[in-house]
């Protein structure tokens, strides 16, 4: 990971935490809460908050430059589902959705709804970012430790 996306998820954890903002030059690590856009809002603009940070490389219809992986097109999980019988109509728990590409596809494979479990911040707000740009509606991403969540959910997936 690029030194400057470990600044940010730093800054960033550093804030969620209750920590006051990085002053002086001493501490160096960029404060992203207090970083501004500077053009007209893109979907370019948004994935260049991590610029350098991503793993997933986007469809083409997104027209946005990320990752090199093809997590939004993996074989891998698109035959699972196959195998599964399908998964239209599912209420799916994914744990550690990195990027969210893979709630992507379970979006895109009719799954009812997607409840995806993130406990890194980086990956979380790309999370963010992915359901915004990519206008998923069934897909529910939070932040914290799946394990607790597990431990007390009353829910069905």
């Known amino acids: 990971m690029p030194s400057r996306v470990r600044a940010i998820a730093r800054a960033i954890a550093g804030r969620l935490a209750g920590a006051p903002p990085p002053r002086g030059p001493a501490e160096a690590a960029p404060d992203v809460l207090d970083a501004y856009g500077r053009t007209a809002p893109t979907p370019q603009l948004a994935i260049d908050i991590f610029k350098g940070g991503w793993s997933s490389r986007f469809p083409a ?6 990752g090199a992986s093809a997590l939004f097109e993996d074989p891998g999980l698109q035959h699972a589902i196959v195998l599964a019988g399908g998964i239209e109509g599912l209420r799916i728990l994914e744990l550690g959705p990195l990027e969210g590409a893979h709630s992507y596809l379970m979006e895109k494979a009719g799954a009812q709804s997607v409840l995806a479990i993130e406990a890194c911040v980086l990956s979380y ?13 069934r897909v529910s991403f939070k932040f914290g430790n799946f394990v607790p969540f597990l431990e007390t959910t009353t829910e069905r997936f």
């Open 125 to 137: 707000l790309k999370c963010l970012i992915v359901k915004e740009l990519t206008g998923l509606q």
């Open 61 to 66: 219809e997104f027209a946005v430059e990320a």
